[in-house]
């Protein structure tokens, strides 16, 4: 019985797999939002995710806080949106044959205002990701503004056109410079990790490029190589008070290899065809998500809570 | 132990920059912040410095020739050559500054102040040559640039709403060494890359005579301070003067309002820039 469903429905899934690409296009917007102008912005959004549908993208990610801008101070709650608004509404319709994730400020029914992404499916919202890490250091003043999110939490990316379903996580800018955060999605199955971000540039002695544009590289490849899943990084681009956002959106093979052609900091947007099965080939190649020892990370965990409890 | 010898510690290599991603992102800048405002054009005082002559490549670059209008100011001191490099770093984009000068205005005012020294003079110049900028802007309908390289602004080296006084400032976050290099780099006249930095308000001033600091060095140390964020100890552990860099601390100190708007005394329960605070490109 056993042997017998293995060569029924086994084998053709490896045949299917190798001779039927299982993926999906995404179109990473990177643009230059209006600083505190939602409503230019989301005009601008439902012509992009317009567009990117006709070139026949499955999803499109766009940058943080793409309805807003980034360095809003003062602004936050006038452009903040509660997930009811006609906005919200109007992205959502426009989000029945392509998916989208988008950046806004979202305010709760207890006014806290979140750095959030939605993710927009099948006509509705589909899921919410707040940002948890709220960089307030150098030229960021995000604690001063906004409430953190508390959750990392994946979700399935309805991807018309894959034949099965994709887990993705949202991670948001400095989300991923906290490892942690990229390992509880890795722990929930996530194939894709789609990173909105607004990276202001940076750094420019010699030998390191724009500093943050390095650092942005290294944490896309290293993150996509050790979790051997997908990094969709979307970055705006644009000046805000004198402060440039340097683009380089890409997305990186589940092996750490870049596979979008490189942009540099223009408006455009990049397409990249997801596969199931680079992502089936990384994981043979490196099993590190089969040999993650969860159990000892648990019980270490525990240990660390209990010894802190017990003073 | 002996410490491993660092020799780039005190050197000026260390501040080298990458002339290609600075420049993308100072043309970048010039271009989105005078577009986004409805202007296509800018004014620039042209002296023939190693620093407004870099603020004029940029912009010529960003917006095109046909957007920059360089303005010279000389007064009856000025030197020669100032008008020359400034004509002759305007001439590699093909275009020609204004000049404009200010003898009569600035005479005219102290021959009722004949007793005003040289720093009330200088300061006057810088002033008057900043309302002339503003006012042709207007004429131009054009955004005026500012051209104080961050040495400058963080030793308080230059005039309040003087050369300090900009709509934006492309070069606010170069040291002067690294203007050089960005001078060099956009091939400005050689002559501009190696004549003595001066003010030039009035006959034979030289910064580094007058700061008592030499920028080769007064950079590093603002740099590793500042941009590396390091201890005074620590810097004078790296091979620095003590009493330099304690002079240099002093000045970043006793400079700081000349790097802050105006201070206002706070009654209401919203006050500007305290607790109302907007981004200056709001909206846009």
Redesign the interface.
């Known amino acids: 019985m056993i042997v017998q469903q293995r060569e029924t429905a086994a084998v053709p899934e490896v045949a299917r797999a190798q001779t039927e690409p299982d993926g999906f296009v995404a179109a990473l917007a990177q643009l230059?939002p209006?600083?505190?102008?939602v409503a230019a912005n989301l005009e601008r959004h439902l012509e992009i995710i317009g567009e990117a549908a006709g070139a026949g993208a499955n999803i499109v990610v766009f940058p943080e806080l793409s309805l807003t801008?980034y360095?809003?101070?003062?602004?936050v709650p006038d452009v903040a949106l509660r997930i009811d608004s006609d906005e919200i509404s109007r992205l959502a319709a426009a989000c029945r044959d392509v998916d989208a994730l988008v950046g806004c400020v979202l305010e709760t029914d207890d006014s806290r205002f979140h750095n959030a992404v939605v993710y927009f499916s099948g006509g509705r919202v589909a899921h919410v990701h707040a940002k948890v890490y709220l960089p307030t250091y150098g030229i960021f003043d995000e604690q001063r503004y906004l409430a953190a999110g508390d959750r990392f939490r994946s979700f399935d990316l309805t991807t018309r056109g894959a034949r099965s379903r994709w887990r993705a996580g949202a991670l948001i800018c400095e989300d991923m410079w906290h490892p942690s955060a990229v390992a509880l999605l890795a722990r929930q199955g996530v194939e894709a990790f789609l990173v909105p971000s607004s990276s202001p540039?940076r750094g420019?002695?010699?030998?390191?490029?724009?500093g943050t544009a390095n650092s942005y590289d290294v944490m896309t490849r290293t993150y996509a190589q050790l979790f051997t899943a997908y990094v969709v990084y979307c970055n705006r681009v644009?000046?805000?008070?004198?402060i440039?956002f340097w683009g380089g959106s890409r997305v990186v093979g589940p092996d750490g290899a870049p596979v979008s052609d490189p942009v540099?900091?223009e408006e455009t947007i990049v397409y990249q065809r997801l596969e199931k099965t680079a992502l089936r080939r990384a994981r043979i190649a490196y099993p590190l998500l089969r040999d993650e020892r969860h159990d000892v990370t648990d019980a270490e965990t525990d240990r660390i809570l209990r010894r802190r409890a017990g003073g | 132990m002996s410490p491993t010898p660092r020799p780039i510690a005190s050197s000026v290599d260390a501040l080298e920059v990458d002339a290609a991603v600075v420049e993308e992102l100072l043309c970048g800048f010039i271009r989105d912040e005078v577009h986004k405002v409805g202007f296509e054009s800018v004014v620039v005082g042209a002296s023939g410095g190693v620093d407004s002559s870099l603020v004029v490549a940029l912009a010529c670059r960003a917006l095109g020739p046909e957007h920059v209008y360089p303005v010279n100011m000389p007064y009856r001191t000025s030197s020669v050559e100032s008008e020359e490099d400034a004509r002759a770093v305007c001439a590699q984009y093909g275009i020609e500054p204004a000049i404009e000068g200010i003898t009569e205005q600035i005479d005219a005012y102290f021959a009722r102040h004949a007793d005003a020294g040289v720093t009330r003079r200088g300061n006057k110049m810088a002033r008057e040559r900043m309302t002339i900028l503003y006012d042709l802007s207007v004429e131009h309908r054009s955004l005026v640039l500012g051209t104080s390289n961050k040495t400058e602004l963080l030793l308080g080296y230059g005039t309040l709403f003087g050369d300090m006084a900009s709509a934006l400032n492309p070069i606010g976050d170069l040291y002067k060494m690294q203007v050089y290099a960005m001078g060099r780099a956009l091939g400005l006249p050689e002559r501009v890359l190696t004549k003595a930095p001066s003010a030039d308000l009035w006959v034979g001033q030289s910064d580094e005579e007058e700061l008592g600091l030499r920028y080769a060095i007064v950079d590093v140390v603002l740099f590793r301070l500042i941009d590396e964020r390091r201890s005074r100890a620590e810097v004078v552990a790296m091979g620095f003067d003590a009493d330099l860099v304690d002079d240099v601390v002093r000045r970043v100190r006793a400079s700081q309002y000349k790097r802050r708007p105006p201070v206002i005394a706070k009654v209401s329960e919203r006050t500007i820039d305290r607790d109302f605070r907007y981004p200056r490109d709001w909206g846009l």
Do not use: I
């Open positions: 230059s209006r600083l505190g102008n801008g360095f809003l101070k003062d602004l540039g420019v002695l010699r030998g390191a490029a724009l644009g000046y805000e008070d004198g440039a540099g900091a």
